[in-house]
């Protein structure tokens, strides 16, 4: 089982990484360099183009990380002691991977009404001007929420699980060979 866990666990935690990592370098770096774009009208259209190259890369990730979470509590059992302290986190870190992979829905959601909307102007990706057309503008503002979310939760999970993984009472009596 050492061998299956391993792999899961690493496909767990790569899945993890790049969905959190693609977040964050998407907010920070792609739609914040839309600025760059000297034609207003094609700021959307710009981070558009780099959204839909990464999308595929982004749902596979979200889908490594939920799917071998599932495995991963499926084949490792808490150990002993751990009890209720330990199901109330795992509760906790579901709840906040559910917010993550809601987060990560609006963002396409959004990301699809100012695609929808064209080449209009813009002050970036997720700011709109005053010659924004109002459903445009509109899903810029949940589009400029969404996409930090996703990583505040993404990290979030990532501390959580940080915390799960630290060894308990009972696993630091075994290390030292008592019983």
Partial sequence: MANRTT???????????AWFGG????????????????????RTRVANAGWFRWAPVAGAALLAHVS????????????????????????????VTLAAMISTAETGVSGQRVVRGGDVPVATATIPIAATPPDVAAAQRRLRVAQWLVPAFTGAIFVLEAIQREPGPHDAARADGAV
């Fill in 23 to 42: 977040a964050w370098m998407g907010a920070v770096g792609l739609n914040g360099a839309t600025i760059e774009v000297d034609d207003h009208t094609q």
């Fill in 68 to 95: 071998t979470a599932y495995a991963l509590g499926r084949l490792i059992r808490t150990p002993a002691g751990r009890g209720q302290g330990s199901a109330g986190l795992r509760r906790f870190r579901t709840a």
């Fill in 7 to 17: 792999a899961l666990t690493v496909l767990h935690d790569v899945g993890l990484a």
